[in-house]
Every structure is written in structure tokens, then in C-alpha cells.
């Protein structure tokens, strides 16, 4: 089975200023991870993921993430946050031999100006 | 093509009224699956479906709630007698997860917000 842990439950940044939202992901086989975002009164939507090949991946709206097997971490990047950007971050992992698809508790970023 | 469809957006009802959520899932999708999503407990798999079969109900909250996919296109729902605690919202989303085309991912509805005075 696989699990995720986002450490942040809300992450404070100032427009323009770099964000990184932290996930740590737990399995015992070959995983496949993603981010979602969710913004105010709307479902979730996917913002990147990574199935196999290179570990940079890169996102809508200027996102990237990094894939480190060695941490298992999955870290979301952006290197200069908007105000719309304001919203909740989920990280996800599913093993890649298909089980359910396990969320973490989500970060909420605030970009105030 | 058309995204995951859900109906009613928007639910008020009374305490002890039957609800039902309806959730069209996107064509050609393998998986379904019904979260419902509050502020404190955050984002909870209550059920998924492949190919129309339950496959995994153990987050469906007690005998109240139930969940049906009578053919590839439709689920629903429901919850018989609804109660305040049943307040939140309730996501469907689909996937599709088989074959060489399957990578997990997760297409998610709009929402149905219910609210149980």
C-alpha cells in the first residue's frame, strides 16, 4: 500500500516570491505521483505528474516538480507565485501496477501581495 | 470530450430526506470513484468501481450511504435517511487505469454540494 505526507498544512508567501510545497510518499513498489490544485468552490484539477523517464516535470501555470527515489519526495516548485495561485495543493501517489489513487491531506497556499 | 458530469450541484434537505448524487463518468473510463471532501477530515474515498463492479467500499461511512453504477455511463449515490454530519461535498471522478493507455489519473467532477439541516 502507499501513503503520502504532506508536512504543510498552509504555506504563507508573498506575490512573486519562490514557493515549494513538500510531499513525501511511502511504498514498496514502482509509483506513479502526482500533483492536483483546487481552488475555492471547485474540484480538483491536475497540475503535473510523473510516470516514468525523466524526474523534472514540469506542470500548467509554471509549476515543476522533482521525483527523488532516493527521498521519496515529490516537492512542488514554482519559482515566482501570483496572487491566483492562491489555493489548496494535494499530492497523490498510485502504485503503477494500478491500486486506488492516495491523497494527501493537501497545503494550502496564500500569496498575499 | 466532455469531463466527469456531476448533478445536483447544489443540495438542501432536511434531516431524515433521501439523497441521491448522480455522476456521469468521461467515456471510455475504466474506474470511478466517489470522495466526499470536509473541512475536517479533508479529501475521503468513500467507494470505486471497475468496469461497473464495487471494487473497494470499506469508506463508505455506514449502511446509510449507498452506491450503484448500473452501466459504464452513470453511478449515483445515495444516502436513506440523511443527517447533519452528511454535510459536505461529494467529488466523482473516473479514470482510466488499464491497459497501456492506464496511468491512474484521476479526472474530477465539479462537486455536489450537500447541505442536511
Known amino acids: 500500500a502507499q501513503s503520502v505526507t504532506q508536512l504543510d498544512s498552509q504555506v504563507p508567501v508573498f506575490e512573486e516570491a519562490p514557493v515549494e510545497l513538500r510531499c513525501n510518499y511511502s511504498?514498496?513498489?514502482?509509483?506513479?505521483l502526482f500533483w492536483y490544485v483546487q481552488y475555492p468552490n471547485q474540484g480538483l484539477q491536475l497540475l503535473l505528474k510523473?510516470?516514468?523517464?525523466?524526474?523534472l516535470v514540469k506542470g500548467i501555470n509554471g509549476f515543476e516538480a522533482e521525483f527523488n527515489k532516493s527521498q521519496t519526495s515529490f516537492h512542488l516548485r514554482k519559482p515566482s507565485v501570483h496572487i491566483s495561485d492562491t489555493a489548496e495543493y494535494f499530492c497523490?501517489?498510485?502504485?503503477?501496477?494500478?491500486?486506488?489513487?492516495?491523497f494527501g491531506t493537501g497545503t494550502r497556499l496564500l500569496v498575499s501581495p | 470530450d466532455a469531463g466527469v458530469i456531476q448533478s445536483p450541484r447544489h443540495e438542501v434537505t432536511e434531516m431524515g430526506q433521501e439523497v441521491t448524487l448522480r455522476c456521469k463518468p468521461i467515456?471510455?473510463?475504466?474506474?470511478l470513484f466517489w470522495y466526499r471532501q470536509t473541512m475536517m477530515r479533508g479529501l475521503e474515498l468513500l467507494i470505486y468501481?471497475?468496469?461497473?463492479?464495487?471494487?473497494?467500499d470499506s469508506g463508505m461511512p455506514e449502511d446509510r450511504f449507498s452506491a450503484k453504477m448500473p452501466n459504464a455511463s452513470f453511478s449515483t449515490l445515495k444516502i436513506q435517511p440523511s443527517e447533519p454530519r452528511d454535510s459536505a461535498v461529494y467529488f466523482c471522478a473516473s479514470s482510466l487505469a488499464s491497459g497501456s493507455l492506464g496511468t491512474g489519473e484521476l479526472f474530477f467532477g465539479e462537486g455536489s454540494r450537500l447541505t442536511v439541516l
Open positions: 497523490a501517489v498510485t502504485g503503477t501496477g494500478f491500486q486506488k489513487l492516495v
Open positions: 510523473y510516470l516514468s523517464g525523466s524526474t
Open positions: 468501481f471497475n468496469n461497473n463492479v464495487p471494487i473497494d
Open positions: 511504498s514498496s513498489v514502482s509509483v506513479y
Open positions: 467515456s471510455g473510463h475504466d474506474y
